[in-house]
């Protein structure tokens, strides 16, 4: 199964997107994953956006882990659910290149995924 609404908005390139958020999405070697669903409507309207801001960002497709999630009895379900606590989608965890969780978004904010997650690897590499 794949993520089918990962894939990047075919209406975005990079000058849809501030510099400052792309600089900080394609700095280092992050790797981001990202569960969610075909099916799900929070899905389908912001993760093509976030698919086009790792596109424009410069970010290879070895460094993106998509992990398609299905409607269980008991909640989410799909690979790695369980050990990263996903229980709304989308979620997407950014990691060092080491595995060390770095920032983490989930469902919804009051801006985008790539803005929401650039602040917060901003504020990473100021404390480094």
Request: glycine fraction near 8%; charged fraction near 30%.
């Amino acid at each position: 199964m794949t993520l089918e609404t990962l894939a990047p908005a075919t209406d975005l390139d990079a000058d849809a997107f501030d510099d400052s958020v792309l600089a900080s999405l394609g700095a280092d070697d992050y790797v981001f994953k990202v569960w969610g669903g075909d099916w799900c409507g929070d899905c389908q309207r912001q993760l093509p956006e976030f698919g086009a801001a790792l596109a424009a960002a410069g970010v290879p497709d070895d460094r993106i882990e998509a992990y398609p999630v299905v409607k269980g009895p008991n909640g989410k379900e799909g690979e790695l659910v369980e050990e990263y606590g996903v229980e709304l989608i989308p979620t997407v965890v950014v990691e060092s290149s080491e595995g060390e969780e770095l920032a983490r978004f989930v469902e919804e904010e009051d801006v985008s995924i790539a803005e929401f997650l650039a602040r917060q690897l901003s504020d990473v590499e100021a404390t480094a």
